[in-house]
Structures are given as C-alpha cells and as structure tokens.
C-alpha cells in the first residue's frame, strides 16, 4: 500500500504543479539492506517457518509477482520521456526487486527443504 500511496501522491504533485516530488520521504529510501532489516524487524522468517502451511507454490507466485512489477516498472522508465518520471520508476523497480529477493529466498529455502524430505513427506525423528 506504501507504493500504491507514494504513486498516488506523486500522481497529484504532477496534476496540481506539472511536477513530480523527488524530495519525498520516501524517494530517501536508499539503503540496500532496508528489505533485510525489514524481514528481520517483522519476523518473517519466522512467521512463515511456523506457518501451519508451507505452501511453495504461494511463494513462487509473490515473487515472479514481484518480478514481473519490476519489470514493469523498468520498462515504463525506459519508455518514459520525464526525467523525473524515470527517476521515480527506477526508484520503484528497486524496491520491486527487493521484495522479490524476499520471496525468492524463501521459496528457494522452502523447496530445498522439501526436496529433502523422505518419502511420505514427513521429518524423520531420529
């Protein structure tokens, strides 16, 4: 919802003046490790470890989701003849690509996982 907002209010600034806001807070956003310290801050990890449910194939979907807005948005700055624009599209294919990292380490976690179940698909105790 972060983003559909920021695009919102970007979306607005450019109506309202003819130009978008490159000195939002969020635009500040900069830090290579924030998905990192976000999994970590919210417990991801261990949120989706207890999960009653490991369902990979969720997990697959959020992050060719998460890849297919990156590139989406990669494309669109591409395309786009607003320096500005690009600058915001860019910025948001970043973040989209941190969210599939995200997923896709946990996909990748869960199917070796799986991968080394016995037959049956349960852990073995002893």
């Not at 500040?28 to 310290?37: G, L, P, Q, T, V």
């Not at 948005?73 to 995200?102: L, T």
């Amino acid at each position: 919802m972060e983003h559909y907002y920021f695009l919102k209010e970007q979306l607005k600034n450019y109506l309202d003046t003819d130009f978008f806001d490159l000195n939002h807070e969020m635009m500040d956003i900069e830090k290579e490790n924030i998905f990192e310290e976000r999994r970590k801050s919210e417990h991801i990890s261990e949120i989706l470890t207890e999960s009653n449910i490991p369902d990979i194939t969720i997990l697959r979907m959020a992050y060719l989701i998460e890849k297919d807005y990156g590139e989406f948005y990669r494309n669109a700055a591409e395309k786009v003849q607003n320096e500005d624009a690009e600058v915001i599209f860019e910025k948001m294919a970043k973040w989209e690509e941190g969210h599939e990292k995200i997923f896709r380490e946990e996909y990748d976690r869960r199917m070796k996982e799986y991968m080394n179940l016995p037959w049956g698909g349960k852990k073995c105790l002893g």
